[in-house]
């Protein structure tokens, strides 16, 4: 079974709109980590946002936020009033138990209009 | 603070050549990863160091991959030979000994072309 699920493979928003992009994950570990990527043409993976399984609040990060719920093992990433700028691939990872390894999903492609 | 550098962005070459990857961390940075981009994919994990150790190379192709981390610092990775299967961007990540987050930060990457 795939550890990362992100099952929209291309989203559209307008820009100042809010856009939700999906998440699940699959682990029988109960200390994990979950992060969001952006990755712009340019190739670089940027961090945007981190969320530990045992917080108790969701992580926010500026215009980002991460709705985490545990039962149902999704982590969906929350941009608020979208930007041209955030045009990019976006990548959901999650790094189990005490490893550092990262697995990733294979990414969801956001297109902002003006 | 400098990101991680990488070096070169861009590489064609044909196959059966080899061609090596440079990588530099952030400064103070202990954990450096190397991995496979391929297009359309999320990057696969192909090796992780651990100081100048490796921590986990089980998903690196030991038969035309190889990579070294000396003194801790810089790091390589090589292909030889390379097959037209190896086309992808290579990434490079490091991570400070921070628990339990160890957020990685990733390079520009390398973006190879096999013909």
């Known amino acids: 079974a795939q550890k990362i699920t992100q099952t929209q493979p291309g989203m559209f928003v307008q820009e100042k709109e809010a856009v939700t992009l999906d998440c699940t994950y699959d682990t029988s570990d109960p200390s994990y980590g979950l992060f969001w990527y952006k990755q712009p043409s340019s190739g670089e993976m940027i961090f945007l946002i981190y969320?530990?399984?045992?917080?108790?609040q969701n992580a926010t990060e500026g215009r980002y936020s991460l709705n985490f719920q545990k039962a149902r093992k999704s982590a969906n990433l929350v941009i608020s009033a979208s930007q041209l700028g955030d045009s990019a691939m976006y990548f959901c990872a999650m790094r189990e138990g005490g490893y550092s390894t990262l697995t990733f999903g294979k990414g969801t492609m956001l297109l902002v209009s003006p | 603070e400098a990101g991680v550098a990488q070096s070169p962005r861009y590489k064609i070459i044909e196959k059966r050549q080899s061609v090596a990857f440079w990588c530099n961390p952030i400064?103070?940075?202990?954990?450096l990863y190397w991995y496979q981009q391929i297009l359309g994919q999320g990057p696969k994990l192909l090796i992780q160091f651990q100081n100048n150790g490796v921590v986990d190379d089980s998903q690196l192709p030991k038969d035309r991959f190889s990579a070294e981390r000396l003194k801790g610092v810089d790091s390589t990775l090589k292909i030889q030979p390379a097959k037209l299967e190896d086309s992808a961007v290579y990434l490079c990540a490091s991570s400070p000994r921070t628990p339990p987050q160890e957020t990685q930060y990733f390079g520009p990457g390398t973006r190879l072309l096999v013909l």
């Open positions: 400064s103070g940075h202990a954990t």
């Open positions: 969320q530990g399984s045992y917080d108790q």
